[in-house]
């Protein structure tokens, strides 16, 4: 079904709406193009999220180590459960994802 204007009036109708413009059906290359621009767009807008969560550079040694604790009870510290947090998959400590682990029992 498309929803057409004609003469200010809005219709419904199967067939496409009439144009006064020729219709030009995009190119191979257009397409790709527009595609490319938009992955890189969201590439741009995910490099960005991740640079402002600021992980512990890899060159600063750390007293912890990802040990396959996931939960905030499981966590000695608010400085232990952001590293967990940042380096450590499949942890469960950030429920409203702000990026703070363990509001209620350690990084209030």
């Known amino acids: 079904m498309n929803k057409c204007l004609i003469n200010g009036t809005v219709t ?3 067939a496409p709406c009439p144009s006064s413009q020729p219709r ?9 193009a527009a595609e490319k621009a938009r992955r ?3 590439a741009s807008a995910a490099a960005s999220a991740r640079r402002e ?15 396959g604790r996931t939960r905030c009870t499981q966590m ?5 459960a952001k590293f967990f947090l ?6 469960q400590m950030d429920g409203d994802g702000d ?3 363990c509001e209620q ?4």
């Open 99 to 101: 990026g703070i682990p």
């Open 12 to 14: 419904y109708q199967q």
């Open 86 to 91: 940042d380096h450590c998959p499949g942890v």
């Open 24 to 32: 030009k059906d995009p190119t191979l290359e257009e397409l790709n």
């Open 76 to 80: 000695r510290s608010c400085e232990e």
């Open 105 to 108: 029992q350690w990084c209030h």
């Open 40 to 42: 890189a767009a969201a």
């Open 53 to 67: 969560t600021a992980p512990v550079p890899a060159t600063t040694p750390s007293r912890f180590s990802c040990d």
